[in-house]
């Protein structure tokens, strides 16, 4: 997966949370905070700057309390997760 893939994969998360219109306001923001760190990570050359292990944590901890209210964006965050795995963050 590119970094290109990866970021369509991270805005069409963004566009399905903007769609599920009773997700709670701060978890939204959580998760586009999340995606942010996601995206600096897949572009930075110097680590240090995001925790990938903590992003990592939060992705999979977020996909489980999404789990039975919106199965989508939990599918979402775990292919998202999945692709972090592979390009080793």
């Not at 942010?36 to 240090?48: F, K, P, R, T, Y």
């Not at 700057?49 to 989508?72: C, G, I, N, T, W």
């Amino acid at each position: 997966m590119t970094n290109y893939e990866l970021k369509q994969q991270i805005a069409e998360l963004r566009h399905s949370l903007e769609q599920a219109s009773e997700t709670d306001v701060h978890v939204r923001d959580m998760l586009g905070s999340l995606m942010e760190d996601i995206v600096v990570l897949v572009s930075e050359n110097d680590e240090g700057e995001v925790d990938s292990q903590a992003v990592r944590s939060q992705l999979d901890q977020q996909a489980a309390d999404f789990e039975s209210r919106h199965p989508k964006i939990a599918g979402l965050l775990r292919q998202l997760m999945d692709q972090l795995a592979k390009l080793g963050i």
